[in-house]
């Protein structure tokens, strides 16, 4: 008995020990990440390569049927047929997906919607890979039910990159939380065309502080570790210059030249690939002839060979089969796939140009294995270092205690506090005392939970957002009369009221106008296959969407009857504030002149109106500065503060300054600038420049300064800027205080792309300005370089 006994245990130990062998290397969670790599792509077919590389769009992959959630028959059989890795946008919710706050998932059926595809794709498919969710996380997870905050325009506002790094860990949590691993943000783009549809989603104009902001998202999105369930790759927009389309259409071709791409457009791509970004968006647009999605030039010799980029690349969506229908720099579909692979574009966003197509491409032998093995590597890495092989699922528990916490609330409050630009406060009219007792709002933007939201935005529950009426009501007495308004709609001319606004506003004490734009989309709107609206002009049906994807300008007047309501409210005599609620610079020329306050708040979020109202009645001191110009007339444009020498001339018609300039923006307090101090080292072909200022609130309130640093080189070997903003920093001083600011300027802040584009640092005199915005300058010192520095690695 015994002897068989131990035979027994003998077999079991020797299957045992069969079992651990025979288990893939792929399979082994100790093993090396790129030896797991290399094993898995050893057991695909091609045709399961190739599905890796489709990510599809995910709000069809789900069926809702009541408290129910199962996979869609479209999913299963993508799984099944198509042997698809990732999907997009599973949890979006807006009139382009027909998702509704009903049909729509809420945080929580989120996590069981995801993790019933995530069982799928892993129990049905041969080698038991797991899926890619991908989702919009430029200001919050675009998901029902989650926190929104400003729109990226309003967080570079706040020129506060640690707060942009918290809000950016928020975002990533409640998105982690549902399901996601990959949070598409930010967009780096540099905002040089306010006609474009899309400044609302960027930094604006300057590629410092863009850079600034883009490391700040990319580390709050990936935190220390992709595998601490907290987390998301942060997938950076839109590779490359896409913001200066010519005419401001979207997706426009752009004609600028090498130098001027590695000076403004690249840097901030690079800051955030430095601070390890995994993921990278091409760009629609096409670049001196060449599309961004396929050309290699962008994708592999400066994304890779210079940068390092150890992530993937994504196509932005359709831009694949864009290269036949849009740019026509390809006969076929299996040419466009052929273009983008090898230029080195590693995943199709749509499911539509790298699925069969790219199957064809290889039959035909446009693509050979090697570059099929290097895209596929790139795509199974991130799911092999998110730990997705050993835990593909979420808590469905968890979504309810992380997702719109109190603490999320409060931080979507503060980056709106801080992202609000006092533009003119004649005879201090600002800050409104609450012992007022009658005060008007009026305007089509201060109750409208969606216009204030921006575009990206899930439909949200009505009591999650706080309008600017509701902040004020909030705000003031019960015994307060707050009289609402709204005189006219954004766009629609056939429905004013602008008798009944005047008639609040000759009873009001002061009257708060709330105007703007608007990129809240609706149902009526028709939307093209990359979710772009479908702009027609003079249309019958007049929504307030004005910006937004797809909605380029032609002039940046008000639209509508809102420049009548804001003159007819003013000739009432009574003091008038002016919100703007918006996503780009607008025509501001006559209120500037007549309106005695402006207040601009971009789209400030579902905690705009409380924001607005801290600011209004100075329980919030603004800070906020502008991160982009706003120009007296489109005639003007482009107007970014760093152009390049020689400086421009004065039209006919105007001059060329604009209305404001970058960094504008004021305070209730004030503060003086002094002690100047510029000490340049050199030493062993390098360079250092200490520079240091006092900064004194001399008010007696408390309040923050942006302390900003330009730089302007005086003689180089090519042409550059005016000046160029190197360094800034977000003080907070209280009443009397003063600080010692300190920064430091290296080679880097000093070096061009000489004529032989190389990059180095030419000896001669250098210029710094030190001040409250690009056009206030407060200090000046100058410093000299004495030796080159060349061949600057970069």
């Given at each position: 008995?015994?002897?068989?006994?131990?035979?027994?245990?003998?077999?079991?130990?020797?299957?045992?020990?069969?079992?651990?062998?025979?288990?893939?290397?792929?399979?082994?969670?100790?093993?090396?990440?790129?030896?797991?790599?290399?094993?898995?792509?050893?057991?695909?077919?091609?045709?399961?390569?190739?599905?890796?590389?489709?990510?599809?769009?995910?709000?069809?992959?789900?069926?809702?049927?009541?408290?129910?959630?199962?996979?869609?028959?479209?999913?299963?059989?993508?799984?099944?047929?198509?042997?698809?890795?990732?999907?997009?946008?599973?949890?979006?919710?807006?009139?382009?997906?027909?998702?509704?706050?009903?049909?729509?998932?809420?945080?929580?059926?989120?996590?069981?919607?995801?993790?019933?595809?995530?069982?799928?794709?892993?129990?049905?498919?041969?080698?038991?890979?797991?899926?890619?969710?991908?989702?919009?996380?430029?200001?919050?997870h675009m998901a029902i039910g989650t926190t929104v905050f400003p729109t990226s325009i309003g967080q570079s506002s706040t020129w506060d990159p640690a707060l942009i790094r918290r809000m950016a860990a928020a975002i990533a949590t409640e998105a982690r939380v549902q399901g996601a691993h990959i949070g598409y943000g930010p967009v780096l783009d540099l905002a040089r065309e306010p006609r474009w549809s899309r400044v609302e989603e960027t930094y604006g104009e300057d590629p410092v502080l863009n850079g600034q902001m883009g490391v700040a998202m990319?580390?709050?999105?990936?935190?220390?570790?992709?595998?601490?369930?907290?987390?998301?790759?942060?997938?950076?927009?839109?590779?490359?210059?896409?913001?200066?389309?010519?005419?401001?259409?979207?997706?426009?071709?752009?004609?600028?030249?090498?130098?001027?791409?590695?000076?403004?457009?690249?840097?901030?791509?690079?800051?955030?690939?430095?601070?390890?970004?995994?993921?990278?968006?091409?760009?629609?647009?096409?670049?001196?002839?060449?599309?961004?999605?396929?050309?290699?030039?962008?994708?592999?010799?400066?994304?890779?060979?210079?940068?390092?980029?150890?992530?993937?690349?994504?196509?932005?969506?359709?831009?694949?089969?864009?290269?036949?229908?849009?740019?026509?720099?390809?006969?076929?579909?299996?040419?466009?796939?052929?273009?983008?692979?090898?230029?080195?574009?590693?995943?199709?966003?749509?499911?539509?140009?790298?699925?069969?197509?790219?199957?064809?491409?290889?039959?035909?032998?446009?693509?050979?294995?090697?570059?099929?093995?290097?895209?596929?590597?790139?795509?199974?890495?991130?799911?092999?270092?998110?730990?997705?092989?050993?835990?593909?699922?979420?808590?469905?528990?968890?979504?309810?205690?992380?997702?719109?916490?109190?603490?999320?609330?409060?931080?979507?409050?503060?980056?709106?506090?801080?992202?609000?630009?006092?533009?003119?406060?004649?005879?201090?009219?600002?800050?409104?005392?609450?012992?007022?007792?009658?005060?008007?709002?009026?305007?089509?933007?201060?109750?409208?939970?969606?216009?204030?939201?921006?575009?990206?935005?899930?439909?949200?529950?009505?009591?999650?957002?706080?309008?600017?009426?509701?902040?004020?009501?909030a705000k003031v007495p019960a015994t307060t009369q707050v009289t609402y308004v709204k005189g006219c709609a954004i766009r629609d001319t056939a429905s004013a009221n602008i008798a009944e606004a005047v008639a609040a506003a000759r009873q009001a004490q002061v009257a708060v106008v709330v105007l703007g734009g608007s990129s809240a989309r609706d149902f009526k709107t028709e939307y093209q296959s990359t979710g772009a609206a479908t702009v027609t002009a003079g249309g019958q049906q007049v929504s307030d969407m004005e910006s937004g994807e797809g909605?380029?300008?032609?002039?940046?007047?008000?639209?509508?009857?809102?420049?009548?309501?804001?003159?007819?409210?003013?000739?009432?005599?009574?003091?008038?504030?002016?919100?703007?609620?918006?996503?780009?610079?607008?025509?501001?020329?006559?209120?500037?002149?007549?309106?005695?306050?402006?207040?601009?708040?971009?789209?400030?979020?579902?905690?705009?109106?409380?924001?607005?109202?801290?600011?209004?009645?100075?329980?919030?001191?603004?800070?906020?500065?502008?991160?982009?110009?706003?120009?007296?007339?489109?005639?003007?444009?482009?107007?970014?503060?760093?152009?390049?020498?020689?400086?421009?001339?004065?039209?006919?018609?105007?001059?060329?300054?604009?209305?404001?300039?970058?960094?504008?923006?004021?305070?209730?307090?004030?503060?003086?600038?002094?002690?100047?101090?510029?000490?340049?080292?050199?030493?062993?072909?390098?360079?250092?420049?200490?520079?240091?200022?006092?900064v004194k609130n001399t008010s007696a309130r408390d309040g923050d300064e942006v302390a900003q640093l330009y730089l302007r080189d005086e003689v180089s070997s090519v042409v550059t800027p005016v000046k160029q903003l190197k360094k800034f920093q977000r003080l907070t001083l209280k009443a009397g205080e003063q600080q010692v600011v300190a920064f430091e300027l290296t080679a880097e802040d000093l070096m061009l792309l000489n004529g032989r584009l190389q990059w180095a640092v030419e000896p001669g005199a250098f210029t710094v300005q030190v001040g409250?915005?690009?056009?206030?300058?407060?200090?000046?010192?100058?410093?000299?370089?004495?030796?080159?520095?060349?061949?600057?690695?970069?």
């Open positions: 008995m015994t002897k068989y006994l131990a035979l027994g245990l003998g077999l079991l130990s020797a299957t045992a020990t069969c079992a651990q062998q025979a288990r893939p290397l792929y399979q082994n969670s100790q093993a090396p990440t790129e030896a797991r790599v290399q094993d898995l792509l050893s057991r695909m077919t091609t045709a399961e390569k190739v599905g890796q590389l489709s990510t599809l769009l995910g709000w069809e992959m789900y069926e809702k049927q009541g408290r129910r959630l199962t996979t869609s028959a479209a999913y299963r059989q993508a799984v099944d047929e198509r042997h698809i890795g990732a999907l997009w946008a599973t949890l979006r919710a807006d009139p382009w997906t027909r998702k509704t706050l009903l049909t729509g998932l809420n945080p929580t059926q989120a996590a069981e919607a995801t993790n019933a595809l995530q069982k799928y794709a892993v129990e049905h498919t041969r080698l038991h890979i797991p899926l890619l969710l991908a989702e919009e996380c430029p200001h919050g990319v580390q709050g999105f990936q935190g220390a570790s992709l595998k601490s369930g907290a987390n998301v790759v942060s997938t950076l927009k839109h590779f490359t210059a896409y913001g200066v389309p010519e005419g401001g259409h979207n997706g426009g071709s752009i004609s600028t030249g090498t130098r001027e791409l590695f000076q403004s457009f690249l840097p901030p791509f690079r800051a955030a690939v430095k601070a390890g970004a995994q993921s990278i968006m091409t760009a629609y647009n096409s670049i001196d002839g060449v599309p961004c999605s396929a050309n290699p030039f962008l994708l592999t010799d400066v994304l890779r060979q210079q940068w390092g980029f150890q992530g993937f690349t994504v196509s932005d969506l359709g831009s694949i089969s864009g290269l036949v229908n849009n740019h026509h720099v390809a006969a076929t579909a299996p040419e466009a796939a052929a273009l983008a692979l090898n230029a080195g574009l590693d995943d199709d966003l749509s499911g539509y140009g790298f699925d069969k197509e790219l199957l064809q491409a290889i039959e035909q032998k446009l693509v050979t294995p090697v570059a099929l093995d290097r895209a596929v590597g790139r795509v199974l890495r991130v799911k092999f270092e998110m730990g997705l092989f050993e835990n593909p699922y979420v808590d469905p528990r968890q979504p309810r205690q992380l997702v719109r916490t109190p603490a999320n609330v409060r931080l979507a409050r503060q980056v709106a506090q801080e992202s609000v630009v006092l533009l003119k406060n004649d005879k201090d009219l600002l800050p409104l005392t609450k012992a007022l007792e009658r005060i008007a709002v009026i305007g089509p933007n201060a109750d409208n939970m969606y216009n204030q939201l921006g575009d990206y935005t899930a439909p949200q529950p009505a009591s999650n957002v706080v309008t600017v009426l509701e902040g004020i009501r909605y380029d300008r032609a002039s940046l007047d008000l639209l509508g009857k809102q420049q009548q309501l804001l003159q007819a409210v003013v000739a009432t005599g009574t003091p008038v504030v002016v919100v703007l609620i918006k996503g780009r610079p607008l025509n501001l020329n006559w209120m500037a002149a007549y309106v005695p306050a402006l207040l601009d708040a971009w789209y400030p979020g579902q905690e705009g109106g409380n924001a607005v109202a801290d600011v209004l009645f100075g329980d919030y001191n603004p800070a906020g500065r502008l991160p982009i110009s706003v120009p007296k007339s489109v005639g003007q444009l482009p107007v970014y503060y760093n152009a390049k020498r020689p400086p421009t001339h004065d039209y006919v018609e105007t001059d060329s300054k604009p209305l404001y300039s970058f960094g504008h923006g004021l305070s209730y307090s004030k503060f003086t600038y002094s002690d100047l101090q510029v000490s340049p080292v050199e030493a062993q072909g390098a360079v250092r420049v200490a520079v240091q200022f006092k409250a915005s690009a056009e206030d300058v407060r200090l000046q010192g100058q410093f000299k370089v004495a030796r080159a520095i060349e061949n600057i690695a970069w």
